[in-house]
């Protein structure tokens, strides 16, 4: 009997690592619902319909064998001078800038990490890491979030500021306490294999 391998624990984070990265793909810029991992399973489950007009710019997903835990949440707080801040207790979570328009989520893709940002949620440390996949014509030549258009940045800054507000609610528990570049993202992908070693016992 065949099975499926579990995109979490069951996927290498690549051979590159943490110069090139799998990623698993959750999300695609066409999805009207947000899909989830369920952890258990390694299955995709529906988190929740998007209610309102907000669609994910990128290809979005997470980095397998990677885990936001105590040492994510540690450097969190020291870079952005805060206290009690906390891993979120999910793996590393990543962004893609692709060319084609790739409709599928539930693949797996190389990609190469140029930065991200250092996004808080209610005290948790929830970094996107921002790449291009590899090989891309149109994206595959930058190194570092810094070589971007400034609408590309804006466009995911604004999407994961604004993601999970509700009209009825405009209250915001998210932040972004910086952008960073390549060697940063580097740092952040080697934290959360840390944390995955440490959560797994491996």
Not at 121 to 141: P, Q, R, S
Not at 174 to 195: N, T
């Amino acid at each position: 009997m065949n099975h499926t391998a579990h995109p979490w624990h069951g996927v290498t984070p690549g051979k590159g690592f943490p110069q090139t990265v799998n990623a698993y793909i959750e999300i695609t810029p066409f999805d009207t619902v947000k899909y989830e991992l369920d952890k258990e399973s390694g299955l995709l489950r529906i988190d929740r319909p998007q209610q309102f007009s907000n669609l994910c710019p990128a290809l979005y997903g997470f980095v397998p064998q990677t885990y936001c835990g105590d040492l994510i949440g540690k450097h969190c707080e020291e870079k952005a001078g805060l206290e009690n801040i906390i891993g979120d207790g999910d793996p590393l979570d990543i962004c893609v800038l692709s060319e084609k328009p790739i409709a599928h989520h539930h693949i797996i893709l190389q990609c190469i990490p140029i930065g991200g940002f250092r996004m808080i949620d209610n005290h948790e440390a929830d970094d996107k890491i921002i790449a291009v996949l590899k090989n891309d014509l149109l994206y595959g030549h930058y190194t570092d979030v810094s070589e971007l258009p400034d609408a590309i940045t804006k466009r995911l800054f604004h999407y994961f500021m604004t993601y999970k507000l509700n009209p009825s609610d405009q209250s915001n528990r998210v932040s972004i306490a910086d952008i960073y570049g390549r060697e940063e993202s580097h740092h952040i992908l080697e934290l959360s294999r840390k944390d995955y070693e440490i959560f797994t016992g491996k």
